[in-house]
């Protein structure tokens, strides 16, 4: 019942009525329609393009700037197991924590692909692919260690390299992320970041805005003969 309510605030449209104005302006919303779903689908595609390539550049490689405080249930971290004998350090999420009763390893972390046999004997996870660990600011030796953090804007899987590509798409603090990006790899990785402004920002989004524009505006009335120049609107003999 409450979503048959809802449908009763198609109602407001009766106002357009009494505002001509807004008429006009969903008229033109309307004839623009066809225009901006072809730009909306650019703009998904360039938007893949730049998710798919930051994720083979970026993924896993990018860290934030050690602080215990990054540590908290949800956080994504890098994991040193000192009996791993290939000497990688791990991917996970941080699932679980237990301060008083693991004093030594507080952090359960849930490694990335753990559940598998040929990483979960090896690494000595338990059956559902996590570990007890401690941060690396512990004293603990024999234990697996926290030694990085991945930062909130990341490329390590998909959903985050959706919303960071987006995130940098709308200029929304892209600068942050992009300085945690090169002190991690390096600066030219700054041109990715670059690449995703001047194509996505600066070309696709002024197109619709231009798009807008060219609808909106009032049609030209061409007077006199040819060569003739624009002057407010209209076109005059010069």
């Known amino acids: 019942m409450s979503v048959l309510r809802a449908f009763r605030l198609v109602r407001l ?138 930062p909130r804007l990341n490329y390590d899987d998909f959903p985050h390299a959706l919303v960071s590509t987006f995130q940098v798409l709308t200029l929304s603090n892209w600068n942050d992320s992009m300085y945690q990006a090169v002190a991690s790899i390096g600066p030219q990785v700054a041109f990715f970041y670059y690449a995703i402004i001047v194509l996505g920002t600066w070309m696709l989004l002024n197109v619709f805005i231009a798009i807008l524009i060219q609808v909106s505006s009032p049609p030209i009335l061409c007077v006199g003969p040819l060569p003739m120049s624009l002057t407010d609107g209209v076109c005059v003999s010069s």
């Open 13 to 150: 449209v009766k106002m357009l009525k009494a505002l001509p104005e807004i008429q006009k302006q969903v008229v033109v919303l309307v004839q623009v329609m066809g225009s901006v779903v072809s730009l909306v689908v650019l703009i998904v595609i360039m938007l893949l393009v730049f998710l798919v390539l930051g994720m083979n550049v970026l993924g896993g490689n990018v860290v934030q700037e050690w602080s215990e405080e990054a540590l908290a249930l949800g956080a994504h971290v890098f994991v040193a197991f000192p009996w791993d004998p290939t000497g990688v350090e791990r991917y996970g999420r941080i699932t679980g924590a237990n301060v008083t009763g693991r004093a030594l390893a507080p952090w359960r972390v849930e490694i990335r692909y753990g559940g598998e046999e040929q990483i979960r004997s090896p690494l000595r996870l338990d059956a559902d692919g996590s570990a007890w660990a401690a941060s690396k600011d512990m004293v603990a030796a024999g234990v697996p260690q926290i030694v990085a953090a991945t």
